[in-house]
């Protein structure tokens, strides 16, 4: 899987971009705050119209403009694709491949596929829940499309549950409403439960060994998911899943209306972090957190790799900076083979690493490369 070229127009502070990539490494530097993340954020974006950043897609847009282009050239299953996103203020985007448009974004997973790890990702295991949901849910959506359908979903029924949950009171018509929310809540709450469970499964198949290669044997790390407590089995079918979660719905209804809450759900679901039969998020040090929040990451990749057979594209937003020689080290031995981009600084960070193309970007715009 490999990007070999992208197109940009008006994305972040872009107003024009092209540039043209190598399949191994790929070192983008530059000074601080002249558009390497944004270029990264770019690429990202091609393989599942999510940013790690931005909360809408007009943020995606240079000021001083009212649309956006993004277009990458990308082999991946064995032949090429044109794919192509314009952005525009006040109206949904429109997805392109091969020249043919695309209804929603389902049609787009599984072309491009990425890994992207910035500073940010080194704090996963201290930060709260919902972080860690979105690594899980940035994940499974580039892998199974029926996801990301089914989340997006959730989350439209959880937003509307919660203004008539808020509102009731004042408006006790939308408890009449109330019922069939909870019903669709918990058919496609079911499956974000279910597909949660077989991801993070696979991830406790990858990232303990990665995790005791880092610490030399000397720490065993742990995952388990925290979902709903009706679910007595996350990995069961969806069905079995969907009648639980009535039956903890149904349990907490009074609890909802009193607190004018949704306190009922998958929107509360946690990935469970354990070094040595201990928490990491209680009691680990600053490395054992940022080795487990690595391990997690190249986990992802190696988990793509085994379904596709071939690597993701890994993107390194300055994350190198944030860690110690021997972590430094241990990421670079783990990422040959596949397409790689780093961003840095200085480029001589990197003189232990035989990158394929070194480009610079200043204010915008490609120097060389």
């Known amino acids: 899987m490999v ?40 690429i990202a974006y091609l393989s599942a119209c999510r940013s790690h950043r931005a909360r809408a897609d007009s943020e995606l847009i240079r000021f001083e403009a009212q649309r956006a282009r993004l277009e990458g050239e990308i082999f991946s299953r064995n032949r090429d694709f044109r794919l192509e996103v314009r952005l525009g203020r006040g109206i949904r985007r429109q997805m392109w491949s091969n020249g043919v448009r695309l209804k929603n974004t389902g049609e787009l997973t599984g ?46 029924l959880l937003e ?59 720490e065993n790390l742990e995952l388990a998911y925290q979902t709903v407590k009706t679910v007595t089995d996350p990995l069961a079918p969806a069905q079995t899943i969907f009648t639980q979660l009535q039956d903890h719905m149904a349990r907490h209804r009074q609890a909802e209306l009193e607190a004018r809450s949704c306190l009922s759900g998958p929107h509360k679901d946690d990935l469970l972090v354990d070094i040595n039969a201990r928490s990491v998020r209680t009691y680990g040090s600053q490395g054992q957190t940022r080795t487990a929040a690595l391990s997690l990451e190249l986990a992802q990749r190696e988990i793509f790799y085994d379904n596709d057979g071939e690597y993701p594209v890994l993107l390194l937003d300055d994350v ?42 200043e204010n915008g715009a490609l120097l060389e490369g």
């Open 3 to 42: 990007v070999n070229a992208i197109h940009l127009e008006n994305f972040r502070n872009y107003s024009a971009l092209n540039a043209q990539f190598c399949p191994g490494i790929n070192v983008i530097t530059g000074d601080n705050a002249q558009g390497k993340t944004n270029l990264l954020e770019a």
């Open 160 to 218: 509307q549950k919660r203004r008539i949950l808020r509102d009731w009171p004042e408006k006790p018509s939308l408890l009449d409403l109330l019922e069939d929310y909870n019903l669709r809540m918990c058919q496609t709450g079911a499956l974000v439960i279910h597909y949660r469970a077989h991801f993070i499964q696979k991830l406790n198949q990858c990232a303990p060994a990665i995790h005791a290669s880092f610490s030399n044997g000397r």
């Open 320 to 361: 190198l900076s944030e860690l110690d020689q021997r972590r430094q080290e241990f990421v670079l031995n783990r990422i040959q083979g596949g397409q790689v981009f780093i961003t840095c600084c200085e480029s001589d960070r990197l003189s232990a690493l035989e990158a394929g193309q070194v480009l610079r970007i």
């Open 111 to 156: 072309i491009l596929k990425t890994v992207l790890f910035c500073p940010e990702d080194l704090d996963l295991i201290r930060a709260g829940a919902a972080e860690r949901r979105k690594f899980l849910d940035g994940a499974i959506c580039q892998l199974r499309p029926r996801y990301g359908a089914a989340l997006a979903e959730y989350k439209r």
